[in-house]
């Protein structure tokens, strides 16, 4: 799944998510991710991208940069919505059976 998922165009996709969440009801917002990982989601102030996945802000510290988009994305959605809704779609854990451990051999 995640290979065809991996190779599908991005708008392909996102057209998927919009009919399969309108079927179930779920409000589907689109925003755009562009400078979301300039700013620190903690203060606000401009930071410096050190490596690829590290954000660095020189008053709060070192971030992932994915998470640090990911959390000023949220936060531009509900700057622009007024509130952050708590309902909709939900996580769930995954379906496939974790691999069972194996135990060491007694003679070893």
């Given at each position: ?14 057209q998927i ?31 410096d991208?050190?490596?690829?996945g590290l ?23 509900e700057?622009?919505?007024?509130y952050?809704p ?7 854990p995954?379906r496939?059976?974790t691999a ?9």
């Amino acid at each position: 799944m995640r290979r065809i998922v991996g190779n599908m165009p991005f708008y392909r996709l996102t057209q998927i998510i919009t009919y399969k969440a309108t079927l179930k009801g779920i409000l589907v917002v689109t925003t755009s991710e562009a400078y979301t990982s300039r700013n620190c989601h903690v203060c606000g102030c401009e930071g410096d991208r050190k490596t690829q996945g590290l954000f660095v802000c020189s008053h709060c510290g070192e971030y992932s940069a994915d998470l640090n988009g990911a959390i000023n994305i949220g936060l531009k959605f509900e700057r622009n919505l007024g509130y952050m809704p708590l309902f909709g779609a939900a996580c769930e854990p995954a379906r496939t059976p974790t691999a069972p451990r194996l135990e060491k051999p007694p003679y070893l």
